[in-house]
């Protein structure tokens, strides 16, 4: 088997690797969109879809199915280049971030591969550059579609997400100070030398906060979802959606959900590695991982489920003057931690 | 090869900036800035730059524009049409040329700076492209040698922001003939 | 005029995390109980003699229906569901109905031809579901509305029980 691997060419297992993960993450999201109906079921005194398979397992298969044989509808005076263009903004953006996430170690004999799609040097600026790109998605998509209630969706994801991008990047920013490095990987190495996850330091668990919150508002999500709230916008950005292209927002949404619980995890709580247990074998390594994305992605369905939305000034109000600013103080204290602690070893 | 995709994507580049001119709706400016910002940024990866790149379409692609955006969505500055129109109006009169022989002449100038500067470049005294695209090397130009410059940007960049928001308070406070709050 | 008093909010309350940390509880206790929800195809609401479903016919242990195609339950009928059509029979009722039909798209199951009718030909069965592609298959015919005795017997006897208890206080 051993040496089977090795003498692979390396771009098999490249191809193999993209084809795990990105498939991963999309059957990720296709299995968020059935988790989400039957963890709110389930909070609300419901069995949730049962219809399809068993416990209603096949429902996202007839959703997409559905999806595709439905009408396309675009409206008269939208920019048909622009509303073509947007969902694959919205997609595209969200499911290129999953590449440099190191999801753990494939250890075949002596053989070890790394387990994410890319090492880059510069991994989270790679994540936040393209983070931050699928917001595109949201506001074309909404202007293009040439209706009131679209255009104000994209309006509010605009703002809300370039408020909120920032809270995000200082959050982000103390854990680098902390670790001494962009790249992920190295960020997993650093947690499992120390034998501490950040989220177990005092400046760490502020930032998990911090970014917890943040990163709820830069996927659009509840209580922060206005880019889509119902009540007032009808669908928000992507009201004059139909068929396969309202999918794609779907799609996005819940990839970028799925990013967002495995950089929450890499972050915070040592990726791959497992408590009290130095050298467990390769595959407990990315079960942890997996089981610890799984808890933020349900975090995500529990709390949309549990809280109301905010109002859009409570939000600003979160974002610009009680997120942002114990976001700037904690990285100045981390970085003048770390600036003299380095200093007097 | 990465000769033959610096080339294509400096034709984007130029395509793209040629768009935000041309654009009839602003919309179309702002779409045609994007696709040059992406096209630099590629060519920064090309020749090896990833933190520059990857700082590019961070700040340029993903907070300015979307600023952009934000705007002219709010200001509602005419509708965009169902497709793309180019306007030629923008390179025609006598303020256009002049406006386009300035930006000759200066575009010129850089480039025989940048011309003249490699050539006298010595390795004594280029900087080490490999040092420099580093995080540690770009941080160690941006706070050692370069900076003053850099606080006195930021110092510009602060006075502006007062400057705008004192400005846009004053405003307020006049249409409504009340105090802000 | 209605002065409502703010109740003054606690730190915890204007922090709002805790807060948040209690509803994402109750939230999750939640999670775990059973559901209420009825199952509908599968677990049918419970019926019995007092529901009052569609009309059908009763076919008498002869296998005849008792109707003689009298009409009191058409005139009766507020929605003018039923049509019928008499005909001779050889049979000792002399009359029977050559078409009997009730359309269930106007039925409104007032049981009005239960009440109506003198020979106990028609009873509200506890049927509730309808469902079809056409109109045209809504409309039941004679064969459609047949139902043997026995389905029906608690209706039966819950309707003489009524009228019973209605005679005695007269």
């Keep these: 088997m051993e040496d089977f691997v090795k003498e692979l060419p390396v771009w098999v297992l490249w191809v193999a690797k993209v084809a795990i993960i990105f498939g991963g993450l999309v059957a990720t999201a296709a299995l968020m969109s059935l988790a989400e109906r039957k963890v709110s079921a389930w909070m609300q005194y419901r069995h949730g879809p049962n219809r399809v398979g068993p416990f209603g397992l096949l429902q996202p298969l007839a959703d997409g199915i559905k999806f595709i044989f439905k009408e396309e509808l675009i409206p008269a005076g939208a920019n048909k280049f622009l509303f073509r263009l947007a969902p694959a903004l919205a997609a595209i953006p969200a499911m290129m971030t999953i590449a440099v996430i190191p999801i753990g170690t494939i250890q075949i004999g002596e053989t070890k591969i790394p387990f994410s799609i890319a090492q880059v040097d510069l991994g989270i600026m790679y994540m936040l550059a393209l983070g931050g790109l699928s917001v595109y998605g949201a506001i074309l998509g909404g202007w293009a579609s040439n209706s009131k209630y679209s255009l104000l969706g994209g309006l509010r994801a605009s703002a809300q997400m370039i408020s909120y991008e920032l809270t995000l990047i200082l959050s982000i920013l103390v854990v680098v100070a902390l670790s001494g490095s962009l790249d992920l990987g190295a960020i997993v190495e650093a947690q499992r030398v120390n034998g501490l996850w950040n989220v177990f330091t005092p400046f760490g668990a502020l930032a998990f906060v911090l970014f917890t919150i943040a990163s709820f508002a830069e996927t659009n999500r509840h209580p922060f979802d206005f880019a889509e709230c119902e009540p007032e916008l009808v669908g928000g950005f992507h009201t004059e959606y139909s068929a396969m292209r309202f999918a794609l927002f779907f799609l996005g949404e819940y990839c970028a959900m799925t990013v967002m619980a495995c950089l929450n995890t890499t972050l915070f709580f040592g990726g791959p590695s497992v408590p009290f247990w130095a050298n467990a074998p390769w595959y407990v390594g990315i079960l942890a991982f997996l089981i610890k994305a799984g808890f933020f992605l349900f975090l995500f369905i529990w709390v949309r489920w549990t809280l109301p939305r905010f109002r859009f000034d409570q939000l600003m109000r979160l974002g610009w003057k009680v997120a942002l600013p114990i976001a700037l103080a904690n990285l100045l204290v981390v970085g003048a931690w770390v600036a003299f602690s380095t200093k007097g070893s | 090869m990465s000769s033959i995709l610096f080339y294509i994507l400096a034709l984007v580049a130029l395509l793209g900036a040629a768009g935000v001119i041309l654009a009839k709706s602003p919309m179309g400016s702002v779409i045609s800035l994007l696709g040059t910002f992406f096209a630099l940024a590629v060519i920064y990866l090309l020749a090896g730059f990833q933190f520059l790149a990857a700082a590019q379409i961070l700040v340029y692609a993903g907070a300015i524009l979307v600023l952009f955006l934000f705007v002219i969505m709010l200001l509602n500055l005419g509708a965009m049409g169902s497709r793309f129109e180019l306007s030629f109006a923008p390179l025609q009169g006598g303020r256009a040329r002049l406006a386009g022989a300035i930006a000759v002449a200066l575009a010129l100038v850089g480039l025989i700076a940048a011309q003249r500067t490699t050539l006298a470049a010595t390795p004594a005294t280029a900087p080490d492209a490999k040092a420099i695209d580093g995080l540690e090397g770009i941080a160690l130009e941006l706070f050692g040698r370069y900076s003053l410059p850099f606080q006195a940007v930021s110092v510009l960049l602060l006075a502006t922001m007062v400057a705008v928001i004192v400005l846009a308070k004053r405003q307020r406070a006049g249409e409504h003939g009340e105090e802000p709050r | ?170």
């Design chain 3, 1 to 170: 005029m209605v002065v409502v008093q703010r109740k003054e909010l606690t730190l915890a309350e204007r922090l709002y995390l805790p807060e948040v940390l209690r509803g994402l509880s109750l939230t999750f206790r939640k999670f775990f109980e059973k559901p209420i929800t009825r199952q509908y195809p599968e677990q049918p609401l419970p019926t019995d003699e007092v529901t009052r479903g569609q009309p059908r016919l009763v076919v008498k242990d002869d296998g005849n229906i008792a109707c003689v195609s009298c009409g009191m339950c058409e005139i009766a009928c507020p929605a003018y569901a039923i049509t019928i059509d008499g005909g001779e029979t050889d049979r000792m009722i002399e009359r029977e109905p050559k078409k009997f039909e009730i359309d269930m798209l106007r039925c409104i199951l007032c049981g009005f031809c239960e009440e109506a009718c003198p020979k106990d030909a028609i009873f509200m069965s506890n049927e509730l579901e309808l469902a079809d592609y056409t109109r045209a298959g809504l409309v039941y015919d004679i064969e459609k509305l047949k139902r043997p005795k026995s389905a029906l017997q608690k209706r039966i006897d819950y309707v003489y029980r009524l009228n019973n208890r209605w005679r005695s206080k007269q």
